[in-house]
């Protein structure tokens, strides 16, 4: 049987294909830009029929009917393993439940330790001329999610880049069940915040620390898109990209002339990645690129592969820190707003790498509801609040009034220095707190 014969057998109607699941079920939705949208529609439509179907995702880029159909969650139960802002909407009106990784991890879980899956649902490019389905910018935990199923649909999207490894980029049509031609949907469009006066004062803090041939890695958010962008301007030459996520940023830094990625120690020459998130012009980069190479997260992700490459330089976010170190980067308090993502992995790489550091940033303070200025920089973490970072890993912090290396740091050492990068008008109130911690030795480093 020929390639295209196989296709027709297998091609089915969205409300064909979703009659395979059973009430109770495990199933996945796919991740990121791969998660499945005409399907969603189909499901949604038998949510009287069902119960108790749990649905797994990561980073859920839209919204998703079977959520709007279901509010309180008697039919679907949505599970995620790195919440969206799409999913925090969901959890105004019923629960989802998050799942902690340590992201390089996650295809193991997949694999070994999750429930057994009934479905495995994800969007994939047209298939090709040797009978394989691309996954997207996706790759993730996307080929252990297809080895876990019993039964895998695959929900063609055109507007799918076709994104080159690697490995454990694709699956072949005769491991598909069924294939849902979908509607050909535009891929989520996430463009990078627009930079503030404070991004931009920490990313050049950052950049004082970087120099030609540095390998660069950037999380999610303003500042490391500050950064991305501060290189495109930059004099640097020659550095590499080996990174979880793939954003628009590296495509300016690309077209500058200063990815020639000669210097990496790993993939030389190629920009690595897991997925990407951004705009159409970072879709219409990758798409059959072969100076891009996707690679599965245990690949991408793995501190003893990345940190192969000398000079790794890592940049993520944070939302809050406490005085000895412990940094928040997915929760404001019990409310889980993100996830560990590749922080944890990364953190740990760039101290690893030769030459290499691991920055995270964040604005010193926000302004609360009457207008006072409260700091991010706080005694302890508040109650609920997830320590994604623990002391011990203690990366650089990065504040708009400086950065602070805390490696070998006794626990006064660490007050002094992150008060020391706190917004003004907060430090005696930390110094106070300090005192009443018993963590404060006032040294004439600090007036």
Known sequence: MSFADEYRKKLVSADEAVRIVKSGDWIDFGSFLGQVRTLDKALAKRKDEL???????????YPTEVNVADPEGDSFIWHSWHMSGAD????????????????????????????????AMLQVTPMDKHGYF????????????????QKIIVEVNEKQPRCLGGYEEAIHISEVDYIVEGENQPLAQIPAPPLSEVDQKIAQLILEDMHDGCCVQLGIGGIPNAVGMMIADSDLKDL????????????????????????KQTDPGKMVYTFALGTQILYDFIDDNTKCAIYPVNYTNKPAISSLNDNLITINNAVEIDLYGQICAESSGFRQISGTGGQFDFVLAG?????????????SSYKAADGSIKSRICPTLPPGGIVTDTRSMAPIIVTEYG?????????????????????????????????????????????
Not at 51 to 61: E, F, G, L, M, R
Not at 249 to 258: L, N
Not at 351 to 363: N, Q
């Open 134 to 149: 691309n996954f997207g910018p996706q790759a993730t935990h996307t080929r252990a999610v297809c080895d876990r199923a």
């Open 403 to 447: 950065k602070f290396q805390q490696k070998g740091m006794s626990v006064w050492q660490r007050a002094e220095g992150l008060i020391g990068i706190a917004h003004p008008d907060t430090r005696d109130e930390l110094i106070k707190a300090a005192q009443e911690q018993g963590i404060w030795r006032r040294s004439n480093k600090i007036s």
């Open 51 to 61: 119960s108790d179907v749990k649905i797994w995702t990561c980073v859920n880029p």
């Open 88 to 119: 925090r909407k969901v959890a105004k009106t019923k629960a989802v439940y998050y799942s902690s990784i340590v992201y390089s991890e996650l295809p193991r879980y997949v694999r070994e330790h999750i429930e057994p899956l009934a479905v």
């Open 240 to 263: 590499g990209c080996h990174t979880e996520m793939l954003v628009d940023a590296y495509v300016h830094m690309h077209e500058a002339g200063k990815l020639s990625g000669s210097k």
């Open 351 to 363: 101290y690893l790498s030769r030459g290499g550091k691991s920055f995270v940033c964040m604005p």
